[in-house]
Nanobody, 129 residues
Framework: DVQLQASGGGLVQPGGSLTLSCAGF????????IGWFRQAPGKEREGVSC????????YYGNSVKGRFTVSRDDSKNTAYLQMTSLEPEDTAVYYC??????????????????????WGEGTQVTVSS
């Protein structure tokens, strides 16, 4: 049973930094691609970043390129999203998701959600002075 838990959200000032964590439980973590998505009030959910199961390939949404960095530590069954130069427009609930592992699409459909079949609860990020 694939379970994901995102954490690390909070209130940060514009220009600040924050690192989110996505912990995985109940599955072989290093077989799964991990995606990060966010949803702001009144907006559709959008793809933020994705990291392949091997960690060798990473992808970013246009609005976060150069500011966010995705990584993973399979020894800890955890993926990370390091966010810098945060802007009020980054305010959203952030979710992590996983594909279907060895049968999964990986990040091939990013920034679409297609193929990300396992979702955790979100963590709120608020960027405000």
């Amino acid at each position: 049973d694939v379970q994901l838990q995102a954490s690390g959200g909070g209130l940060v000032q514009p220009g600040g930094s924050l690192t989110l964590s996505c912990a995985g439980f109940g599955f072989t973590f290093d077989e799964y691609a991990i995606g990060w998505f966010r949803q702001a009030p009144g907006k559709e959910r959008e793809g933020v970043s994705c990291i392949s199961h091997s960690g060798m390939s990473t992808y970013y949404g246009n609005s976060v390129k150069g500011r966010f960095t995705v990584s993973r530590d399979d020894s800890k069954n955890t993926a990370y999203l390091q966010m810098t130069s945060l802007e009020p427009e980054d305010t959203a609930v952030y979710y992590c998701a996983a594909d279907d592992g060895v049968l999964g699409r990986g990040c091939s459909k990013f920034p679409e959600q297609v193929g990300m079949t396992n979702w955790g609860e979100g963590t709120q990020v608020t960027v405000s002075s």
